[in-house]
């Protein structure tokens, strides 16, 4: 068994979402899709959502060079319905878990065995797909978000348990 990073997101967080915005992060081309009227769908070149069989709770989310799992947690310690990720604690790991709770609000425990917030972000605009505008505003979001930086990674080396 070894030392996990938990990124847990607030359970406005869908997916698709998800899976796009790490994919981005990690250096995804970027693609726009025109859905007809005015809308635009942006897309993580190799993003995807796969269900797993199994574990009617859980999804895989895959995304350029690699794949986590996606847990949907109905007995979070503090967020009702969160969405919990738990990729091993890694610099780049730890980079993109701060990312994703800057954009969806959430915590980040570096490392599992600690039981500790670490970094917390609750201010942030929920993006609810639901009106026409948050998706047009979600889509202009997507396409403006930037990959990783080398400094934000390195930045994150000494909350790693590994390199």
Known sequence: MGVDTRIYLKPNATAGQIADVIGILKGAKKTKINK???FESVNAEGS?????ECCPTCCRIIFKGGAWM?????ECKSILGARLLMPRSFAEAIAIGKRLVD???GYVEYQDYEDAIDYYN???KIFTL???NDFDLWQKFLWKLKPLTKKEIKDCK???AYD
């Open 130 to 132: 639901n009106d026409d």
């Open 36 to 38: 007809g009227k005015s």
């Open 158 to 160: 000494k909350f790693a």
């Open 48 to 52: 995807k959502v796969e269900s797993i």
């Open 122 to 124: 609750d201010l942030v």
């Open 103 to 105: 954009i969806f609000g």
């Open 70 to 74: 996606l847990h949907y947690e109905s």
